[in-house]
């Protein structure tokens, strides 16, 4: 990957609407050659999926934490299934090392969408929740 896939990585990451005709006029390249390395930065993995970014935000979902989650039971059916049960809620998911096993992203309408979730995964799990104050990055 050299200063160019670089750049195009760049721009797609600010913007994935990008016209190809506008990156060529950035890194100074025509705009099908622009296009093939698109193809090549995809077909080798660097890109994996164009996609958007929600603003949870303007869907009244204004509640963001993140909850680290230590499993109560040795088997983690249970709960993976309970935490599918809420996949509008849960922005990412992670199986982590440390003190904890899991870390949940999560948005919700109000205090008390979270109080309930947090009520019912204690069936499974204890947790520890941050709350995001604002984001900075």
Known sequence: ???VDKTIVDLLKK???IKVKEIAQIVN???????????KLEESGVIDVFTIKI???ALGMS???FIHVKMIQM????????VEKYSKNVINHYRISGDTCYMLETRFNTNEELTD?????NIYANYKVN???SVLK
């Open 29 to 39: 390249m025509s705009a099908p050659a622009i296009s093939q390395r698109i193809i």
């Open 75 to 82: 088997s983690h059916k249970n709960y993976l299934n309970f």
């Open 117 to 121: 979730f947090l009520r019912k995964l």
């Open 131 to 133: 709350t995001v104050i």
């Open 1 to 3: 990957m050299d200063s």
């Open 55 to 57: 603003n949870y935000n």
């Open 63 to 65: 509640i963001h934490q």
């Open 15 to 17: 913007n994935s609407r």
